[in-house]
């Protein structure tokens, strides 16, 4: 069935890069909107970046406007987060997803050091 699998994820002083990928499987990836979110203990699931089935549209939290971007590659069914210029506020464990939220992956944890 579904699955979405995350990596990527690490320790990175701020300032630094990461490259989040999500491997996704089970259904019509090419046809999905697809979504990267954070989460930290205690706190809500927040929307990071999206992107449109074909690629052509993307959107942002404010929190990461300039910093982040968001890719897919329809062809291996991946969604990428290029996270640039990373602060502590960004530490959070990260995951793919479609808007549906029928299933989520283990997700992918990015922790961000002072």
């Known amino acids: 069935q579904v699955q979405l699998v995350e990596s990527g994820g690490g320790l990175v002083q701020a300032g630094g890069s990461l490259r989040l990928s999500c491997a996704a499987s089970g259904f019509s990836f090419s046809t999905y909107t697809m979504n990267w979110y954070r989460q930290t203990p205690g706190k809500a699931r927040e929307l990071v970046a999206s992107?449109?089935?074909?690629?052509?549209?993307?959107n942002y939290a404010d929190s990461v406007k300039g910093r982040f971007t968001i890719s897919r590659d329809n062809a291996k069914k991946m969604v990428y987060l290029q996270m640039n210029s990373l602060k502590p506020e960004d530490t959070a464990v990260y995951y793919c997803n479609t808007d549906y939220h029928n299933y989520w992956g283990q997700g992918t944890q990015v922790t961000v050091s002072s």
């Open positions: 992107i449109g089935s074909g690629g052509s549209s993307t």
